[in-house]
């Protein structure tokens, strides 16, 4: 168990992690922080005394504090609408940003619609894990995830081993759980990776996709199996879709938590992190989901899969979405 873990962002995914921090005794501490609720400006001035007494990250560090007699766990949890509560973090999990959310005619923007409005966050977040925890490892969840990584490595420049974004572990989970479905197995059975960007251009990777070790092509034709991919690059937004109120929290809380107790637990587990390419599959310089080994130094080994000329065709696809965010996220950043 580590010291203290760090929450950047208490909304949904940040509630639901220091919730399971607790619950798995992960930490001996959790400093979860978020500004919210913010008063508005064009409230009258009695309503926004009110709202700057609130905070939700108190609130529910509170309300899962007074759980723990319940399950037994001693664990302290300490919420602030500053980042002062991440002080000595030995891991940070960043959630700060607003999240997809349906418009009222039902569509909604893409991940990388966000970047504007979470660049700005972001910067916020990299001066507080500066002045705060400033050695700790870092697990990026805010959307859009691959330039928002980009950018905490741009603002930090920590060793590449310690910044990593999740989206991969997800995105396979989607694409394993889609797969069992259809197959009529167990969700235990099944191993898939999907690559590259955490964008509606991903890449499941049928070639390495298999049920207890058996082809996935055994069990499903090529038909089914391109309708579970596509719709494993659309899954995020299904969900926006179907919430209407913001987007996926439990299974992202709980892919971020696999990464956590990798690091934790030095579990040297090999799963699809989104990682600093320096040369590996051709990437140079950009953040990118890829199987990695991690264990308690974060990421020890980027491994480089064979992939078919069509998988390959697409991961770079895929990596061409996630360079050009992150060019407009540098030319957002010269003007913040
Ligand atoms: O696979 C993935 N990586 C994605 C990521 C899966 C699902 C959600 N994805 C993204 O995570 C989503 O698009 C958002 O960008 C983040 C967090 O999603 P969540 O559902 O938790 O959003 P919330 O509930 O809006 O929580 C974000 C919190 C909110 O309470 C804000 O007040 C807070 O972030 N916030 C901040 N916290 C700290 N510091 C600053 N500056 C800040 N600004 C806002």
Redesign the pocket.
């Known amino acids: 168990m580590l010291k203290k873990i760090g929450l ?7 509630g639901v992690l220091a919730q399971e921090i607790a619950q798995r005794g992960l930490a001996r501490e959790v400093g979860m ?4 609720p913010m008063p508005n400006p064009s409230d009258p001035p009695e309503r926004q005394e009110v709202v700057k007494k609130q905070s ?1 990250s108190i609130g529910k560090a509170l309300d899962i504090a007074e759980g723990l007699p319940t399950i037994r766990h001693d664990i302290k949890l300490v919420g602030s609408k500053d980042y002062s509560a991440l002080a000595e973090s030995e891991l940070v999990i960043n ?6 959310k349906a418009r009222p005619d039902g569509t909604f923007p893409s ?1 990388e619609e ?1 970047l504007a409005i ?1 660049l700005k ?1 972001t910067l ?2 990299a001066k ?1 894990i500066k002045q705060y925890c400033p050695d700790a490892m870092i697990i990026s ?3 859009p ?1 691959d330039a928002i990584v980009f950018t905490l490595d741009k603002r930090l420049a920590p060793p590449k081993n310690k910044l990593f ?3 991969g572990v ?2 396979s989970g989607r694409y394993c759980y889609f797969v069992a479905e259809a197959a009529k197995v167990s969700v235990e059975n099944v191993n898939a990776i999907v690559l590259g960007g ?1 964008g509606d251009d991903m890449v499941p990777v049928r070639s390495s996709c298999q049920i207890a070790g058996i082809p996935v092509t055994k069990f499903l034709d090529a038909d089914t199996l391109a309708k579970i991919e596509a719709r494993t690059r659309k899954a ?1 937004g299904e969900v926006v879709g179907l919430l209407g109120f ?4 439990v299974s ?1 809380a709980w ?1 971020a938590l696999e990464m956590a107790e990798a690091v934790i637990f030095d579990k040297r587990k090999i799963i699809p992190v989104c990682a600093k390419l320096d040369g590996e599959y051709g990437v140079k310089g950009l953040f990118v989901g890829v199987p990695c080994i991690v264990g308690r130094n974060g990421i020890e080994k980027i491994i480089e899969l064979d992939l078919t000329d069509e998988e390959k065709a697409a991961f770079t696809k895929s990596v061409a979405g996630v360079g050009k965010t992150c060019k407009e996220a540098e030319e957002m950043l010269k003007t913040m």
């Open positions: 950047i962002g208490g909304g949904f995914i940040g922080t978020d500004p919210a939700v959630t700060a940003g607003v999240p997809r991940r966000l979470n966050v916020e977040v507080g969840i805010a959307n995830l974004g999740m989206a997800l995105d955490h995020g913001g987007s996926a929290f992202p892919a």
